[in-house]
């Protein structure tokens, strides 16, 4: 099993309205992915939404995969999720950004992609999200195609380019960056799996409970014969919380804390799109307060998070093995914790946790890429005559074909 964290923007409360804590809060999130490189963390994921207020004010993570790669060496960075509906996105650009992400980050680059949030989010474009699932559907097997042709020519529903373009740049080496979709609904899973990439899912309910999503997902990519992609990307991430201090007592008082939950609030509020939990709170009614400590104990044992020193973390993660869960990430930084103490966290989990669970120092999508295969010809139209170049540059990286 793997690990990751999870960045959002999340600033509650005033904060979310004055411009100094809102650069000290994203400076710390990009701060904390570039600790954890040091720390064995293989992943980190950045959410994009846009118009949350509180809930999430990374609105444009592409501008920042640049900066945590030039002062990282090993980490991959994925969106979370990047989307892909044309008002949002116009699917040329998204294959642009992506391969360029590709380039600069040197192929530590993982597309994560999806919908959006949720009805608020959408109206930001003057878009409903009964339209977002046909816009995917369209766009995410056009973009593989615009990274291999250099005439590319479309004619659909949500967008078109009539005459031949060459998308550029291609992405980075062989291959293309792993292929993910947020996944919510149950249907969704399935779909990832027939599809063969890998699924991002949130875990807001026991976590035995997602045991027959990910089983979905693992008999779909089973039968998957012809992947969306030119690879398999066999992989379920799942996020949670985690709390993991050298101090037992403190990493309790942390996971009892006033405000704990104030983020579900916010999910319940503005993803209308997946699922609703049972018995939620939604903003801004006070999230749920965990009264005692036998109820901590019960939330642990359920699987709603993770808490203690590391050796009490050792044994929770089980749990996430039994249902098959192949990726864990955790969103940061979790309420209740103060800032030195999520350096702790990641610190602390990074080297007395992971490597009892992740043997393999290769990232299992890096492995999987080395299996791509190309899908389509360099050209699908015809040339046309009197494009015979004699003279380029001498400097030219590459010299004519004679």
């Not at 804590?21 to 710390?28: D, F, K, N």
């Not at 992400?101 to 009964?130: I, K, N, P």
Request: proline share 7%.
């Amino acid at each position: 099993m793997e690990f990751g964290l999870f960045l959002n923007g999340y600033l509650p409360g005033p904060g979310a309205h004055n411009s100094d804590a809102e650069h000290t809060m994203l400076m710390r999130e990009f701060g904390y992915a570039i600790h954890a490189d040091g720390f064995n963390w293989k992943y980190v994921w950045l959410g994009e939404h846009h118009a949350l207020t509180e809930y999430s004010h990374l609105s444009a993570p592409e501008t920042v995969f640049g900066y945590i790669a030039a002062k990282t060496e090993r980490i991959h960075m994925g969106s979370a999720i990047m989307n892909l509906s044309r008002p949002v996105n116009h699917p040329v650009r998204n294959a642009e950004r992506v391969a360029m992400l590709d380039h600069v980050t040197e192929g530590r680059y993982e597309w994560g992609t999806g919908r959006g949030a949720g009805s608020h989010e959408m109206a930001t474009f003057d878009l409903l999200t009964s339209e977002t699932k046909a816009m995917w559907d369209e766009a995410a097997p056009e973009i593989l195609r615009m990274w291999e042709q250099r005439d590319y020519t479309f004619e659909g529903e949500f967008f078109r380019v009539e005459k031949p373009h060459n998308i550029l740049p291609k992405p980075y080496g062989a291959g293309h960056p792993p292929l993910w979709v947020g996944c919510g609904n149950p249907g969704t899973f399935t779909k990832a799996g027939e599809l063969g990439i890998g699924a991002i899912a949130f875990n807001f309910e026991p976590i035995y409970n997602l045991k027959g999503r990910i089983e979905a997902y693992k008999e779909g990519i089973a039968n998957c014969t012809e992947p969306l992609g030119q690879f398999m990307n066999n992989n379920v991430m799942m996020t949670n919380a985690v709390v993991c201090l050298s101090d037992r007592k403190r990493a309790r008082e942390v996971a009892m804390s006033s405000g704990r939950g104030y983020l579900n609030t916010m999910v319940n509020m503005y993803h209308d799109t997946m699922p609703p939990q049972k018995n939620a709170i939604v903003w801004p009614n006070a999230p749920h307060v965990i009264p005692d400590e036998a109820t901590l104990d019960y939330l642990i044992e359920a699987g709603y998070l993770l808490c203690g020193t590391p050796d009490e973390v050792n044994e929770q993660i089980s749990k996430y093995q039994e249902v098959g869960c192949d990726q864990l990430v955790f969103g940061i930084p979790n309420e209740g914790f103060e800032h030195e103490e999520v350096l702790e966290m990641i610190e602390l989990f990074g080297s007395k946790v992971i490597p009892n669970f992740d043997l393999d120092p290769e990232h299992s999508t890096t492995r999987y890429r080395r299996e791509a295969k190309r899908k389509y010809p360099d050209f699908a139209h015809p040339l046309p005559e009197g494009l015979d170049v004699t003279v380029i540059p001498e400097n030219a990286l590459l010299p004519l074909q004679r």
